[in-house]
């Protein structure tokens, strides 16, 4: 529908709002933390198959809520959890949200000093009236009372912060104390609403309500150090994002590559940079070197993103070429490291007709190809269907610059050096025939999964150029605030040096 498909470690194709959770908490989540009412029926139809109801008749508005609370606990008891947050998304109204709403009751009778409900609702201000409403979060709330919920607490998201006259309101007619109506404000910088909330005081107060006490509070001094570095940056970068799917009618649509987006933005702070991104249809770039030199001169730097089908490849390839030629620090990701080779092996090794199998199923030389015979599934990945999914191992030849950027800005999560697990979701592999041909040239293929099989990663060398780097993994989904990808960190740092 919107936004990008996010995938977790397990090889779970899950909702872009998973990765902002993961971005947020700097924690990696698995299937169960992903719930949905399909998932829900499903194990619903599957006990009631097995005879674990004992051929009693299954009730919508009993057995679902019923499971939908044990799949919570469940996760919570599985991941050790002191606080569990469930997000009931859209809205109270909405049909599918009765029967999570049911659930959430059951929980608060069963725990009621154990559970709490967070109202998020919005208070608008139409332009012309000028005056910030607070009808719409009264009825949201009503709404809820006639679920028999009363909310705990109010995030009040807004424009601009609630007034004290809008806070006596919303007190009045939804039944709360002032100091749990929280007033959250547009934001210019996201990662500015952890220090709101902070500044209200909303940890201390939820963790009161609860019956615990705050633990460490460092965490927050490191947040704040990094939103003020973010926003008093010292220099900028020039990025070029390459891709096709970001237009929807009359709109550009950014949030199909919000991971890619973010992974840039993380490292760009980490240097006090700020990235400026420059949004260049594939698809333009293939009529030839004047577009191509409107378009990409002045870049600093050239990222090719995830892909599928063909749409938008001769363009890509256009414009890593020219990232090639003109020596522009360059980054391909998942379908952008296979055009890399494609326009190598083109261009350089002069080979005829060279492309991606799902590009052009009838070439002759298929750089990019499915294989018969690739890898069974290994440890920390599988297969759905035929598409690699999930994370995967990969090993990195030592004398690489990937290997010394895993190395000098890694962290305990790639601690397993020359070995990293990193997130896949793609169905072509390098074809392992021009394997020779490619490692006797200039770009090298430098990550393999340990069983030496598939290609994961290739780079120029360094005396060739400053930074050409592909890899088949996405190294976006493992980036966070407080701890950004190795990769985009050495992209990053040389689209700074190109300058």
């Known amino acids: 529908e919107h936004g990008e498909t996010f995938v977790l470690e397990d090889g779970f194709e899950t909702d872009m709002d998973i990765g902002t959770y993961e971005r947020f908490t700097n924690q990696s989540f698995a299937r169960p933390n992903s719930m949905t009412l399909g998932a829900i029926l499903e194990s619903v139809i599957k006990k009631e198959r097995a005879l674990e109801y004992n051929g009693r008749w299954v009730s919508l508005d009993h057995h679902v809520p019923e499971n939908v609370v044990q799949w919570i606990e469940e996760v919570a008891k599985k991941d050790k959890a002191e606080i569990t947050i469930i997000e009931i998304g859209g809205t109270v109204g909405e049909i599918s949200n009765g029967l999570m709403l049911t659930a959430n009751k059951i929980m608060k009778l069963k725990n009621p000093k154990d559970v709490l409900h967070i109202h998020v609702t919005y208070l608008p201000t139409p332009p012309m009236l000028g005056e910030m409403k607070t009808k719409t979060a009264q009825i949201s709330v009503q709404l809820l009372n006639s679920h028999a919920i009363h909310p705990d607490f109010i995030i009040a998201r807004s424009e601009y912060p609630l007034d004290e006259e809008r806070i006596e309101k919303l007190s009045k007619y939804c039944f709360l104390p002032k100091e749990n109506i929280v007033s959250a404000p547009d934001e210019k910088v996201i990662y500015d609403i952890p220090l709101n909330f902070d500044k209200e005081n909303v940890a201390q107060k939820i963790l009161a309500s609860l019956g615990l006490k705050g633990k460490d509070t460092s965490l927050v001094s490191t947040w704040r150090k990094k939103v003020s570095k973010l926003k008093n940056p010292k220099g900028e970068v020039n990025i070029a994002i390459v891709a096709k799917d970001f237009k929807s009618g009359n709109f550009d649509v950014k949030d199909s590559y919000a991971s890619v987006l973010e992974a840039i933005n993380h490292a760009c702070w980490e240097f006090s940079l700020k990235a400026n991104i420059h949004w260049i249809m594939a698809d333009g770039l293939k009529s030839g070197k004047k577009e191509l030199l409107k378009k990409l001169s002045g870049m600093d730097g050239i990222l090719i993103p995830q892909n599928w089908g063909s749409d938008g490849s001769e363009g890509k390839i256009k414009a890593i070429q020219y990232a090639r030629e003109n020596k522009i620090p360059f980054l391909g990701l998942c379908y952008g490291m296979q055009m890399a080779t494609v326009e190598y092996a083109r261009n350089v090794l002069k080979i005829e007709g060279a492309n991606s199998q799902e590009v052009d199923p009838k070439s002759k030389n298929q750089i990019i190809h499915l294989g018969e015979k690739q890898e069974k599934p290994v440890k920390g990945g599988k297969y759905e269907g035929d598409i690699r999914l999930g994370a995967w191992p990969c090993k990195i030849e030592k004398n690489s610059l990937i290997y010394k950027l895993y190395k000098k800005y890694g962290n ?75 990769l985009f960190m050495g992209f990053v740092l040389a689209c700074q040096k190109s300058k």
């Open 412 to 486: 305990s999560l790639f601690s397993s050096l020359p070995v990293v697990d990193e997130r896949h979701r793609h169905r072509y592999e390098f074809n392992n025939k021009y394997r020779e041909l490619f490692e006797k040239s200039d770009l090298k293929l430098v990550g393999k999964s340990p069983s030496g099989i598939l290609v994961e990663a290739v780079e120029l060398s360094q005396k060739v150029h400053p930074f050409f780097v592909g890899i088949q993994y996405h190294p976006e989904l493992k980036s966070r605030f407080l701890r950004p990808h190795p």
